[in-house]
């Protein structure tokens, strides 16, 4: 049975929960402590000249190239949000091949930029073709029912309906209300199918909300957790949830 473990994070830029603290080499190493196959990353910078001239140790190269490394030989990143000084959005960084990539633009005219990276992986020893979706939605409510509504058409229409599918990222929906969406699209959660509630991630010193998800269709979630404690609570805003997914 193929299997893969997956991570997802929000990056928080590469600052620690105040931003305060420049750690990205820190959460460099953490990601590789865990032997993620797969790591889904939210508001990872593809550039940023201010912080580039401000801080020692800026990479040179995008953070999710930095992140990536010579552990996940291949990476695909959707720029959300741009600016003067740089830009950021989602990244998914893979150990296997990655053999298509586009990011779907879902930001709401007038909000906050977001989007949807949907990559095609090919998992070796006849796992076939893998559908990894990064996420990150809106702030309010009412713009991430229209999002999740848009998630649901690029399932229907982008992914053969027996193709194994992973959805993970930044959700933001602590309500919960979003869920029957995803649901009715053929989704389930890896921590709600395990557990019977959703994880709580944010913020990372002290979870109480449960705003990051991993979703799958077509596949089954196993032993999902949350990465609480050091050094992940000084390392991002989010504490970052891992999962086996088997198909």
């Known amino acids: 049975m193929p299997a893969l473990n997956v991570l997802t994070l929000n ?13 990205l080499p820190a959460l460099r190493e953490a990601i590789r402590s865990v032997s993620a196959d797969l790591v889904f990353l939210q508001e ?21 190239e930095f992140l990536a490394d010579t552990t996940w030989t291949q990476h695909a990143y959707g720029r959300n949000a741009a600016y003067p000084h740089g830009h950021h959005g989602n990244a998914l960084l893979s ?11 879902v930001s709401i005219r007038g909000h906050e930029e977001r989007g949807l990276l949907h990559c095609v992986i090919e998992v070796p020893a006849g796992g076939g073709e893998l559908h990894a979706v990064c996420v990150h939605l809106g702030l309010r409510e009412a713009h991430r029912q229209r999002q999740l509504r848009l998630l649901c058409e690029l ?17 933001n929906d602590w309500l919960c209300r979003g869920h029957a969406i995803a649901a009715g699209c053929g989704l ?13 991630s944010f ?4 979870p109480m909300l449960p705003v990051d998800r991993i979703y799958v ?31």
Do not use: C
């Open 11 to 23: 990056a928080h830029m590469g600052f620690s929960l105040t931003r305060r603290r420049f750690v």
């Open 44 to 64: 990872v910078l593809g550039a940023h000249a201010g912080h580039a001239r401000r801080h020692a140790g800026w990479p040179q190269e995008p953070q999710y």
């Open 95 to 105: 150990k296997f091949p990655i053999l298509r990539q586009r990011n779907h633009d």
């Open 155 to 171: 399932l229907h229409e982008a992914m053969p309906a027996d193709a194994p599918v992973v959805v993970a990222g930044d959700f």
């Open 188 to 200: 389930r959660e890896a921590f709600v199918d395990a557990h019977g509630r959703f994880a709580r």
């Open 203 to 206: 913020p990372s010193r002290l």
């Open 217 to 247: 269709r077509g596949a089954s979630a196993r032993e999902p957790r949350v990465l609480g404690g050091m050094p992940w609570s000084r390392l991002s805003d989010h504490a970052p949830l891992l999962a086996r997914i088997e198909w």
